[in-house]
């Protein structure tokens, strides 16, 4: 197996910069299978039927797949010294080309960031299901300058998956129909798109429709009709967003998509590629971690509680609301939340530490009830208190360039003398702290470095603070929340 010479670790991916200048508008995924000796595959099986019963004798195994026939496919398609690829340090033969390869000890998972002249794009070289047939897929995210050029690299990547377009036939009321399935669409989650073609066996597709086809194509699970029967007309064409109940778009064999449609398609196929990096790359740094610090437990710590426990039902509630908070669908569901609010442009992103937190994290972070003046009041819940004091991260670390009022207005509330009775006594409080010991994640598919925690409790109450570690970047309002803990409420 070749390895690369050179490369930068991941941790030195330059992210802040990534995230203020790369505006991806497609995302592409390319999926091969990994071909495995034998015995390893006999190692492969054992380790998914084991590492989950006894984590600790398993930990630090790994698949390490070769990714020069990935790196020669690209050079060749693109005029590339393969061996200034293999170097990893920015070079690629062409003086207007860089290639800059981040991945710890040149193993996947990988990222490379690569411009074109003024056009820019990040591959992700990762190990796709490892359980029933080891994939390796490439995940590309393109700008805008780069999409003319997505064509003949696409044509270049699609090499990996020439043994991965799975046929079968289907049964239909008028015949029979031969379904095949392109761009990876079985591997892991299906993309967002599904985009059907229904073609004459007898006829090629005209070359408007191969058109629409590659601006689809490994961006939308696109499945190919042959036959008599199917859902749409030979030469015709049905796009749906499976994340929604919209309806479908139909097209006649001579009609196309709009440009503007495709763009929107295209955004999606960004955010699929972009969960799949996030995925991939926070489960790496996670189990770095395990790896460097040992695995505390065979499985998850939970406490365990009583088969009705109201406490926990209501807060595991109130967190699954708060984690939907934080999702696309909840922008066209519900009405703007402060999240969506503060952070406009760009969604914030949830560790696996913050939505799957021991039950016993979330014990006592409920509101307090009291009677006052006969009726019940609360004070503050410490999982919204946690959530409004990183809402003030944009106001706490202003971006470069961002308008700041000239004019201060304050202001105060005038009530009668009975609101003395129901001010909270359990004064909210928070602190900011930088972490003593960062560690890795996962933000939109980059990584990022953790290096700050907010605490919150309530004052003369809680005898635990609730803890959450993040990463944010104030130009661009990037925030990460990494994880939910517990700690003694801080002194002073």
Known sequence: MTKLIHTYSLQAFPTEKVLKEFKPVRGMRF??????????????????????????????????????????LIAEKMGYDLTALLEGKGETGKPTDTWTVYADKGQTPMLIRWTIGEAQLILGIVVGEESVEPTLAVLLLADHQAMGLLGDIGDALRALEEELVPQREVDVAEGALLTRYLSGGSFWHDFSIRCRIHADPDQ???????????????????????????????????????????????YGPHEHPSKEFLSILHSWSVYDVEREMEKVFGEFFAWQREVKEGAATDLPAQEEAPAIDHELAERQARLELIVHEFTEDWRSE?????????FTYRQPTLGKGFKDCPANVLRGTGPDLKMKGGHVTQSHDLLNLLIDALCTLPKRHPGKGRYQAKVKVGGFIEAPVIVDGYRDNMHGRTQFTDITNPFYASHHGVPVRVDKSVAVWRQGYDTEALVADFFYAPDTKDLHIANLYRIKVPKG
């Not at 703007?336 to 503060?342: A, C, W």
Request: proline share 7%; charged share 25%; net charge positive.
């Open 31 to 72: 999926a091969g299978p990994i071909d495995l000796p034998m015995k390893d595959r006999e190692v492969l099986r054992e380790t998914s039927l084991s590492r989950y019963l006894d984590r600790k004798s398993w930990l630090g195994t790994r698949i390490v797949p070769d990714v020069v026939p990935v790196f020669r």
């Open 204 to 250: 090629p597709l005209s070359p408007e429709r191969m058109a629409d086809l590659s601006a689809v194509r490994n961006s939308a699970q696109v499945i190919i009709e042959e036959g008599n029967g199917g859902v749409a007309e030979k030469g015709g064409m049905i796009i749906r967003n499976m994340k929604s109940r919209a309806s479908s778009m139909f």
């Open 334 to 342: 519900m009405s703007p939340s402060r999240i969506y609010l503060t």
